[in-house]
Every structure is written in C-alpha cells, then in structure tokens.
C-alpha cells in the first residue's frame, strides 16, 4: 500500500481524531504551523476556555498533532527497516523520525554544535546522567543548588545527601536568588553548581552569569534546568556559561512527554562527564558468526560512540521527534525574541492589575520569563471563579496562583483573568 498523508485520516478514529482537533480533513499540501499573528488559530485548546497553563504542559498544535499521525500512518501502512527495501521518499524520512534535523533545530536554539546534543528521556534523567558521570561523591566534592530548583531535582540531591554527598542548598531571599549567597558557599571543593534557569514556582530568571562565574572561578562546573526557559526564553549556553543543560519538550517546546535533550559542552564529553550507561552494537569475528573471520580483528568488534551519542541508550521517541520537528520549526520562524517579548507584554499587564484586586505578585518586576505567580487571598473562591470563566492556572501551595502564558494566549485571556478575580 503507497503511503500518502490522507490514507490514515480515511479510518474511523483517525477521522474523529482530526475533527476533535479542528483540523477537518486532510489535503496532500498540509497547513504549515504558522506565524506569532495566527498562533492562536493553530492551537485548538484555544477554543476551550482560556488556558493559562503551559508551565504544566503545552498543548499541541493541530499541524504537530497532524505530524505524528502522519507519521503513525507510516508505521500502519509502510514501515521498513531494512535499507534494500523500496519505499518512498516520504516513507524514508519519516523512518529516521528525522533525530538527525531536530539535534540540528534543538541546538541552533540554544547556540550549541549539533555533537552537544543527546537525547534522553526526560530533564530529571538528563541531570542525573550528568551528575552520576562526574562522580562527584567518589571525588570528595560537593554540590551546591538552590531551593527555587525544581523540587524533583533536589529530591536527587536529598536522596544522595542520605548516602553520604556534601549538598548545600541556598535559600532564595523574597523569591529571589542573590549570587552573593552562592559565594558563601561554593568552594574549591564544588563541582557542580546546579540550578533552574527558570523557576517553575514564580518563573524567576536566574542570575545563570553571575552564579556561573562565581563557579568557574573556584573550578566547578554549571548544570541548568531549561525545561521552563526554552522556547520562550533566549538561552545561550556559552554567553550564559553553562556547561551542562537538559530539557524536556512537553513546556514551551510545544511537544511531548517522554522526549528531552541533554547538553554536555564537546570538552567535558568523556572526561569530566562518563558515560556511565551503555548501548550500541557488536559484530562477531569468528565461525560460525563469518565464514572467513579477519585475523587483524578481535572475536568481538564494537566502535565506541563519539561526542554527545555516548550518552545515548536504547532508543527515544520517534513520535516525539517527528512532533519536534514541526514545533521547533514554528518556534526559530517566530523566534524566541519575538515569543518572549509577547509573553512580557501578558505578564506585565498582569504584573500591574493583580495587585490592584488584592493578588500580590512574587514575581520581580520587570522579570522577563513567561511565568507570574500571585498570592491568593482567598483559594477556594478563586477556584470556583476560575471554574465559572472556564479559565485554568495553577493553583497550589496553599495560597499560589502560577499564570504561564504562551503564543496561543492574547490580551483578552490576561483580561479575562482580572474580571474573573476582581
């Protein structure tokens, strides 16, 4: 059977799939992601309520949702795995999920080379990959973080202070992270400073060049969450001194749970940073394996990996990668100046009208992350008028309301909100 991009959307499910997606039926030249102006359109969340909650997850585009049928019709109609075998040039480049094109988009974004890229499973594994490869405990260093790090993270760094690792935690002043603290307690001794570029509790931008300075004057190295940063926040790892950095795509990368990226800088790779997990591939070198076995070669022949594929083990979401591809593109056609300049415009308006009805900000002002957190007077109330305006934020820690807005949001969503409340 020739595979085409409608021979899947001709099943019942597909079909109600794309009508539950607005997406109607398909044509052979499919809509394109588009621009800042239009985004709104190409998120059918949208037509549900006002949702304000993209620090939790981001919901898909119809054309990344369209990708990964498309790519689902692939493997129902024309999967081949075996080279010699002839198929399409459509059915080809969706064998290789294109990893190969992604790497490129992923690291074009953070302005790092292509072989600093690995995928991973998700941010928390990538950060445990960095740290178990430095053995930091075995050395007799310590690890210096903060309490605005993802709270999975220091779980990490918890559970290895209970067997025995030096782990000092800064504590942020006001919802705010002073590098001076840092210095207190980074040592010649550290090796690994370990922090979120943005907060997933009040979406504070960290200080990342002064902290990093701070540790590479004393010998230690940067690890950064970017999972709330990236795809809304310009990051570069080189002017922002990070050496090591994984995210998730499931945020402002518009994708998939289950899909990360981990950045280890082309220098520390192998050295300062082990592999300590392996996958790949051996050939045999004798009988019965090869009639003629090659004398020069040893029984087992393996080529180790090289640059950030050393990382890599067993294989990662060919469906997550084919969403990425698609998101990745809308997302440097726009460009992250543009989106986080959209998001500020959002964020300060709430910035300036929450405290007015009594929702006091721990945001700084002037932050410029997709993020704001309130305080809320009264939650329960604000639960069941949020419920009314079918309007959904973040409601926790007792008494805060985390606001994340994104390229589908508009003034009148932050507009919304404020009535809602006031």
Known sequence: MNFNRRSFLAGGVAASVASQLGCGQESDAAP??????????????????????HASQHPLSAQSARAMRQYA????????????????????AL???????????????????PSEIAFCLSTTVGENMVV???????????????????????YNYKMRQQRGLDVRIVKHRDWRLDPADFEKVIDDKTK??????????????APVKEIADI??????????????????????????????????TYKWLMGLRGFAYLYIKEDLQGTVVQPVQFGGGVSFNYEPWVEDPDSGKGEIVYRPKQKASQYEVGNVSSVGCVCQQEALNFIHRVGVDEIQAHAASLTGF????????????????G?????????????????RRLKEAHIEVTLRFGNQMRVSVSVMNNQQDVEALVAALA
């Open 215 to 248: 540790a590479h004057r004393n010998g230690a190295y940067v690890y950064a969450d970017i999972i709330q940063a990236c795809g809304a926040v310009p990051i570069d790892v080189q002017a922002m001194g990070i050496d090591f950095a994984a995210c998730s």
């Open 73 to 92: 019709d692939y493997l129902a109609n024309e999967c081949s795995r075996a080279g010699w075998y002839e198929v399409s040039d459509e059915a080809k």
């Open 367 to 383: 932050n410029r992350s997709p993020i704001t957190t309130f305080r809320v007077p009264d939650p329960k109330e604000a639960e």
């Open 350 to 365: 709430l910035q300036e009208e929450m405290p007015k009805i009594g929702y006091a900000s721990i945001t700084p002002s």
């Open 95 to 113: 064998g290789g999920a294109y990893k190969r094109e992604v790497k490129e988009l992923f690291a074009r974004l953070i302005n790092a080379r």
């Open 32 to 53: 394109v992601l588009g621009d800042l102006d239009s985004a709104r359109r190409d998120f059918p969340r949208s037509e549900n309520g006002v949702y304000m909650n």
């Open 192 to 205: 690994l400073v370990a922090l979120t570029l943005v907060s997933n509790v009040n979406g504070l931008l």
């Open 132 to 154: 178990n490869g430095m053995g930091i405990q075995e050395s007799g260093g310590n690890v210096v973080t903060n309490d605005l790090h993802y709270s999975s993270c220091l």
